[in-house]
């Protein structure tokens, strides 16, 4: 990808691989395994922090591939392929679509922060992560 004719994806490549990693870094850190019926402080900081993050790549990743579908550039389409496999892994079902998929997952971030927080999520601006690289 040349960053003369692609510099405007970038930062969203940047970000949507930090969320990637990110995500993986909680699933190796064994965030599944946490106990969601009654979790600790601890626990509970992990788990929101985690559905933070999730919701963030989501978001991120559904509006980079609606952009590079949309520019339909075969020089890209490697990095659509990726996002279908990371979807694929995270869950997407065989019926599903990307676009379904990523607002499927939002709405059960919402509700899983809902359930974690106690706070009303139906206004939730979705992006709370600090970007750090």
């Given at each position: 990808?040349?960053?003369?004719?692609?510099?405007?994806?970038?930062?969203?490549?940047?970000?949507?691989?930090?969320?990637?990693?990110?995500?993986?870094?909680?699933?190796?850190?064994?965030?599944?395994l946490?106990?969601?019926?009654?979790?600790?402080?601890?626990?509970?900081?992990?788990?929101?922090?985690?559905?933070?993050?999730?919701?963030?790549?989501?978001?991120?990743q559904?509006?980079?591939?609606?952009?590079?579908?949309?520019?339909?550039?075969?020089?890209?389409?490697?990095?659509?392929?990726?996002?279908?496999?990371?979807c694929?892994?995270?869950?997407?079902?065989?019926?599903?679509?990307?676009?379904?998929?990523?607002?499927?997952?939002?709405?059960?971030?919402?509700?899983?922060?809902?359930?974690?927080?106690?706070?009303?999520?139906?206004?939730?601006?979705?992006?709370?992560?600090?970007?750090?690289?």
């Amino acid at each position: 990808m040349d960053n003369q004719d692609y510099g405007f994806l970038t930062e969203d490549l940047y970000k949507v691989e930090y969320l990637q990693q990110a995500i993986q870094t909680f699933i190796d850190n064994g965030v599944g395994l946490l106990n969601t019926v009654s979790p600790t402080k601890a626990e509970r900081e992990i788990m929101i922090n985690y559905f933070h993050h999730f919701y963030a790549l989501m978001e991120f990743q559904s509006i980079l591939y609606t952009r590079l579908k949309l520019m339909k550039d075969d020089r890209l389409c490697g990095i659509t392929d990726a996002i279908l496999v990371i979807c694929d892994v995270l869950g997407r079902q065989p019926n599903e679509s990307i676009n379904e998929f990523h607002a499927n997952m939002k709405v059960e971030c919402k509700d899983a922060l809902s359930q974690l927080t106690g706070e009303n999520m139906d206004d939730y601006e979705g992006i709370d992560v600090d970007f750090q690289w």
